[in-house]
């Protein structure tokens, strides 16, 4: 069973039951909720943070961000080293974002985004395996770039 780690600011807190009920009904996913339940006013990069964490630590599969747009969720949680972090626009995103980036979190838009599509993404994502072959090398280099700038101490 996928465990998937879902965490979102307040403009989520319209959709976030419905992705939650989708993931854990339709797709047979358990499911760690991070927060917020909350449509008052809160920070994205927090609930960024907690996501990418739970990945990292192997407590999650994978992890589901939503913010506004999708975008500023991914900023943050990309900034933790070993997160591959996609927002998904469409289906066909959802699934090269597996099948090439190994993505490891999905993002997606709650103001930006019908909630069909952000189902239609997540399952699409989960219907695909990574491809390894040249795209592990290309992963590696990602891995790489992050390794440089740990050893340099930000003296680039
Ligand atoms: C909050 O208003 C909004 O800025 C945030 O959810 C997100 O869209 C940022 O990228």
Redesign the pocket.
């Known amino acids: 069973m996928c465990i998937i780690a879902v965490g979102n ?3 989520a807190f319209p959709i976030r039951k419905e992705i939650i009920g989708f993931l854990e009904n339709e797709l047979s996913c358990q499911v760690i909720d991070m927060g917020t339940d909350s449509e008052d006013s809160t920070d ?1 990069p927090i609930y960024a943070r907690k996501v990418g964490l739970e990945v990292l630590k192997g407590k999650a599969d994978m992890g589901v961000l939503i ?3 999708g ?3 991914s900023m943050a949680a990309n900034k933790i080293q070993g997160v591959r972090c996609a927002v998904c626009y469409s289906v066909e995103v959802a699934r090269m974002a597996r099948r090439h980036n190994n993505a490891n979190i999905l993002a997606f ?1 709650a ?1 930006t985004q019908k909630v069909e599509l952000i189902k239609q993404c997540l399952r699409a994502f989960l219907e695909e395996t990574f491809e390894k072959g040249r795209h592990e090398r290309r992963i590696n280099l990602i891995r790489q770039i992050e390794q440089e700038q740990e050893e340099s101490d930000g003296g680039y």
């Open positions: 600011d307040h403009t994205y913010c506004g747009t975008v500023g969720v838009g103001r």
